[in-house]
Structures are given as structure tokens and as C-alpha cells.
């Protein structure tokens, strides 16, 4: 008993010291696990180590079901739910991560929404960059015009847009050379 015992409390010791996030947020951690009655640690490890293995496992995979449903939730806001559940000052000690859940999902939920709304805010934006990108081609890059006989006189001519008067000018030269066809 003794040697699982250790070996409990050595699992805590290094969840507690070489997990990044469980290291970030140790006293809320430890704070959310007082919850759990676990003290005095000698006889209750064996419950320690099981929940904190449940909080490493929360805060690798940074997800959580409930009822059957996969739910998403960051790191601070799994803090920040733990936050919750401390200051809620139970009656009792805790047996399950019930309320904890509960509290997660309202933070999972509010944090899925307000990334909704930034990927779609981001979406518009690249929308209209294309569109402004598309734009700027059109109206500055010249098309260039490919030799379709290969004698190489006329590439390089520039194709781009003409204006009205231009236009009238060269439909002014195609009668003109016309008319002197038909002479």
C-alpha cells in the first residue's frame, strides 16, 4: 500500500512540476483539487492522483464531454471555470467534475461563438483583399500581347484598356481604310 501510495504522490509531484499548464496554474489547480476532500494526502493519493490525472488529461486535450457531447475549451477558459468552481464555496466536498462541466460549457460555448465570429470577420477581410488585389491588377497591370506568328515585331505591345477616344479614332482610320478600299 505504501509503495502505491508513493507512487501516487510521485505522479502528482511531477504533474504539478513538468506540466506546462498544470505548472502555469498550480494554485487554482491545487485549489479545484481541495475541493475533492483529498487532504490529508497520505490517505486520500490514491483520489488525488486520479483527479489530477483527469486535470492533466483536461488540459492536454484541451476538450471535454458531457452527456455525450465533445466540447472545446482553451486554457483560460478551463482557469477561468475552475475560478468558478472555488469561489462557489460548496457545503460539501465534491465527488465528480459535474459542476465543473457545467460551468465549461457556458465558456466553451461563448468561446466557439466569439471564434465563429473572428473567422468570419477574417474571411471578409481576405475577401476583400483578393477583391482589392484583383482590382489593382486590373486597372494597373498592363495585359501583354502574345505573338501569335512568331516574327517578334509587335511583343510587348501594351493591351490594356482604351478610352472613348481612342476608340473613336481607330474606328475613324478603319473607315478611312475602307472607303479607300472601295475607290
Known sequence: MDIQISNALEYIYNALTTHEAIKK???AVMGYVSLFGV???QIRALK???IMEEMVK???SQSFSYKKKLYKISHAGIIEAIDVCIKKNFTDVLENHNYLKKV???I?????KAASIRAE???RQNESNATARGMHR????PQRFIDPDGDREDVGEDLSPITQDQAKQNLTRVRNLLGGLAK
Open 25 to 27: 496554474h498550480g494554485s
Open 39 to 41: 487532504t490529508p494526502f
Open 48 to 50: 488525488f492522483r486520479r
Open 58 to 60: 483536461l488540459f492536454d
Open 104 to 106: 465549461m460549457i457556458d
Open 108 to 112: 466553451s460555448e461563448r468561446e466557439g
Open 121 to 123: 470577420r477574417d474571411l
Open 138 to 141: 486590373a486597372t494597373e497591370t
